[in-house]
């Protein structure tokens, strides 16, 4: 069993700047992918970033603006939000692929006014 807490996440004003962090704990091994997703009000979660395999995958939306990383030493993985734009605005979700499973945090509003 992985839980995952994400934090970070706030109030930005259109062109600033969050850095999402997501700790991971519990079972942590056999990692298959690692990603960020999202949902804004009224639409389905959508992909943001995916790491698979050593493969990291953009959203075409955020390419450019936002960056994927992790601190293995401290089971947490980041989301480096950069330029950001009021359509960005939603509930950030971290995800984790473990031994077959999946595995989601409980979310972290980021609201970017214009």
């Known amino acids: 069993q992985v839980q995952l807490v994400e934090s970070g996440g706030g109030l930005v004003q259109a062109g600033g700047s969050l850095r999402l962090s997501c700790a991971a704990s519990?079972?942590?091994?056999?990692?298959?992918?690692v990603g960020w997703y999202r949902q804004a009000p009224g639409k389905q979660r959508e992909l943001v970033v995916r790491?698979?395999?050593?493969?990291?995958n953009y959203a075409d939306s955020v390419k450019g603006r936002f960056t994927l990383s992790a601190d293995v030493a401290k089971n947490t993985v980041y989301l480096q939000m950069n330029t950001l734009k009021p359509e960005d605005t939603a509930v950030y979700y971290c995800?984790?692929?473990?031994?077959?499973?999946?595995?989601w945090g409980q979310g972290t509003q980021v609201t970017v006014s214009s």
């Open positions: 995800n984790i692929d473990s031994r077959g499973r999946s595995y």
């Open positions: 519990g079972s942590i091994a056999s990692i298959s992918a």
């Open positions: 790491n698979t395999g050593g493969a990291t």
